[in-house]
């Protein structure tokens, strides 16, 4: 069975740093590309951060840039989003989704072909 699993979410002040993991069952990370997505209530969800198959590239939301780094880690067929100097408006849930793009990578859903079922990320003092 294939699966995504998210985990590391969880509360964190403002100003702090949570690690999220997505780890794949059922498959291997080494051909698909890899993105981060978050959806806040009420809002459309937003493509965060997203890797290539290589790792050569690498893409964030303007929101996020110098803030949030992913990572993968094929041997371990993990992806990792580092994310420091949190603020109230990163609160979502956010998931891990792969593609199949060739060597680049998206933060476009409408190419995902398999998704996670998400962690709570709450930024709150």
């Known amino acids: 069975q294939l699966q995504l699993v998210e985990s590391g979410g969880g509360l964190v002040q403002p100003g702090g740093s949570l690690r999220l993991s997505c780890v794949a069952s059922g498959f291997t990370l080494d051909y698909y590309a890899i993105s981060w997505f978050r959806q806040a209530p009420g809002k459309e969800p937003e493509g965060v951060a997203c890797?290539?198959?290589?790792?050569?590239?690498?893409d964030y939301a303007d929101s996020v840039k110098g803030r949030f780094a992913i990572s993968r880690d094929n041997a371990k067929n993990t992806v990792v989003l580092q994310m420091n100097s949190l603020k109230s408006e990163d609160t979502a849930d956010y998931y891990c989704?792969?593609?199949?793009?060739?060597?680049?990578?998206?933060?476009?859903?409408?190419?995902?072909?398999?998704w996670g079922k998400g962690t709570l990320v709450t930024v709150s003092s």
């Open positions: 989704a792969v593609a199949s793009v060739g060597d680049m990578c998206s933060l476009s859903y409408y190419v995902m072909e398999y």
């Open positions: 890797i290539s198959v290589s790792g050569l590239t690498i």
